[in-house]
């Protein structure tokens, strides 16, 4: 995946920290919506939070829907985005979106801010680095 040029080895041991944790939240939530996808594996966000700060450890293996690989370069994004800014930015707000959205465009992913945005925001709000 493409990184902004601030991306350090920080952000990424962040990332590895909580992305299975993520994934875990991603099934369940998928399951409780609609009981025909997603897995029921019984996560609460309780679990994902402490998956995802190190602070319990993450299930066995599962096999992840493949739309976890469409949301997953926006959470990615928003978890490395409130390390690297939060002093600056401690809370959303319209500078900080112009920022992000600038730099998510000129990473080239192939996904436009519009389609990433919910989840780049939904990282942001929901993880400490």
Do not use: C
């Amino acid at each position: 995946m493409n990184k902004p040029q601030w991306w350090t080895d920080k952000h990424e041991g962040t990332w590895d920290r909580i992305k299975d944790a993520m994934k875990r939240d991603w099934e369940q939530t998928k399951h409780d919506l609609s009981k025909e996808s997603g897995k029921d594996l019984d996560q609460s966000a309780g679990d994902t939070v402490k998956q995802a700060a190190g602070k319990e450890s993450i299930p066995g293996p599962h096999t992840p829907n493949d739309k976890w690989g469409d949301v997953e370069q926006g959470y990615r994004f928003g978890a490395g985005s409130r390390g690297q800014f939060e002093n600056e930015y401690p809370s959303w707000n319209e500078k900080l979106e112009h920022k992000l959205s600038t730099e998510w465009t000129n990473l080239e992913t192939g996904k436009d801010w519009d389609s990433v945005k919910a989840h780049v925001k939904s990282a942001w709000h929901g993880i400490k680095n």
